[in-house]
């Protein structure tokens, strides 16, 4: 079993994709201090959904889709663990593995 786990809901990612967000900066940092450390990141499909949702806005589209690409590495790299049913049509821009 993991020890260092941490879920990351919508308000989170949200806060780290949007720099105008104003938690970005508090959250940003928290993040990178984590990785550092070795957490390793939960969320769930339903979360991404509701992030590509709130941020679908033409500004930051560039940010949610190369966010989206990461994921897959990210999952490959057993950094991050993503629970839930496959998403609507927004995930299917990138492959996703069986068993998200």
């Not at 590509?52 to 989206?68: D, H, T």
Request: glycine share 6%.
């Amino acid at each position: 079993m993991t020890k260092n786990l941490c879920f990351v809901d919508s308000v989170g990612w949200i806060a780290i994709l949007n720099a105008d967000d104003e938690l970005h900066k508090v959250t940003d940092t928290e993040y990178k201090n984590l990785m550092k450390s070795g957490v390793r990141f939960v969320t769930s499909t339903a979360v991404l959904n509701e992030v590509a949702n709130a941020l679908s806005k033409p500004k930051y589209r560039g940010a949610v889709v190369e966010f989206y690409k990461n994921l897959n590495v990210w999952k490959l790299s057993l950094w991050m663990k993503i629970y839930g049913l496959q998403a609507g049509s927004f995930m299917k821009i990138v492959p996703i593995r069986n068993g998200v």
